[in-house]
C-alpha cells in the first residue's frame, strides 16, 4: 500500500484553511496510506483541541494519521522574511531535520485539490531535489531570485519533496546560510529557486494552477496548456483567498468548506 506523506506550515488561525484543503485531498483519496504533518508553533495540547472538531468529519471521509511538530520560532531568529506569508511558511524548510521522512509533498492551505493526490506522489524524483510547477511570473522572478533568464522559476506552495537527498546534500543548511546572510533580501521561495536549481522536475500546470486576477495573461508560452489545465485540474491554487473574496474558481473551494461547515 502507498504511504502518501504531506506536510503544511502554519500558524494557528490557518488551521481551519489546512482542514479545507485536507477534506479536498481526502475526498478524491482511491487508495493508500494518507499521513498528514502539521508544522505550527501551537501546544501539542492546544493543536489537539483546535483540531478536534474537524478530525471526526475528516475520518468520516477517508482513513488518515495525523502528526504534530511542534516549531521552535528561534530557528528563525535573524532571517528577514517576506512579511506577507510571514514565518510559518519557513517551517517547511526544516522538514529534512524535523522528520525521519525520505519523501513528502508539502502544500500551501489555499488551495484544493480536485483529482486523486496519488498521480503527484508517483512522479519519480529519485534525482531531484524537489517537483514542482513554474511559476505564473516566472520570467519577472528569475531574476529577483539571482537566476539567469534561461532558469525557470518555480512556485513553492506544491512540492514533492526528495528528503533523502536533501540530507545527503547538507541542503538545509545551505539554504539557512544563504537565508540568514547579512545582505540577504529573498524570501524562502526565492532561495529555494537558487538552491535547488539544476535539480527540479517541473511537473505539468495542472499540478499547481495558480490563480489571481490577471489569470487571462497567465503563461503566454503555454497558453493552451493552461487553458486544458483549467477544464481539469488537480489542484487549485488561490493568490486571492476565496474566503476574503469570492473570485473566480471559488466554487471549488466553497465545495470542500462546506462539507466543513457544521464544524
Not at 517547511?92 to 513528502?104: F, N
Not at 495558480?210 to 487553458?227: G, Q, V
Amino acid at each position: 500500500m502507498d504511504k502518501i506523506n504531506i506536510a503544511f506550515g502554519i500558524t494557528e488561525d490557518w488551521l481551519k484553511y489546512t482542514c479545507v484543503t485536507m477534506c479536498s485531498i481526502l475526498s478524491h483519496a482511491s487508495s493508500g496510506e494518507y499521513n498528514f504533518y502539521i508544522l505550527s508553533t501551537m501546544s501539542e495540547e492546544k493543536f489537539k483541541e483546535n483540531f478536534a472538531p474537524f478530525k471526526e468529519k475528516l475520518s468520516s471521509i477517508y482513513p488518515f494519521s495525523i502528526n504534530y511538530i511542534k516549531m521552535d520560532l528561534s530557528d528563525f531568529d535573524g532571517i528577514v522574511h517576506d512579511k506577507r506569508v510571514g514565518v510559518s511558511a519557513y517551517f517547511r524548510l526544516k522538514l529534512p531535520s524535523v522528520t525521519k521522512l525520505e519523501k513528502v509533498i508539502y502544500l500551501d492551505s489555499d488551495l484544493v485539490v480536485l483529482d486523486d493526490i496519488k498521480q503527484l506522489w508517483k512522479h519519480d524524483i529519485s534525482d531531484y531535489y524537489l517537483a514542482t510547477v513554474e511559476d505564473k511570473y516566472s520570467a519577472l522572478m528569475t531574476c529577483q531570485a539571482g537566476l539567469s533568464d534561461d532558469d525557470t522559476y518555480f512556485n513553492s506552495g506544491v512540492m514533492v519533496m526528495n528528503l533523502k537527498k536533501f540530507r545527503e546534500d547538507n541542503l538545509e543548511e545551505k539554504i539557512f546560510n544563504k537565508l540568514h546572510e547579512a545582505d540577504n533580501r529573498y524570501s524562502d521561495q526565492d532561495v529555494l529557486n537558487d538552491i535547488c536549481r539544476d535539480k527540479v522536475l517541473f511537473l505539468p500546470l495542472k499540478y499547481n494552477l495558480m490563480l489571481s486576477r490577471d489569470d487571462a495573461n497567465s503563461f503566454p508560452k503555454r497558453k493552451d496548456e493552461y487553458n486544458e489545465a483549467l477544464k481539469h485540474p488537480v489542484i487549485m491554487h488561490y493568490s486571492i483567498k476565496p474566503w476574503f473574496l469570492p473570485v473566480e474558481y471559488s466554487e471549488y473551494w466553497r465545495k470542500y468548506k462546506e462539507i466543513m461547515h457544521n464544524v
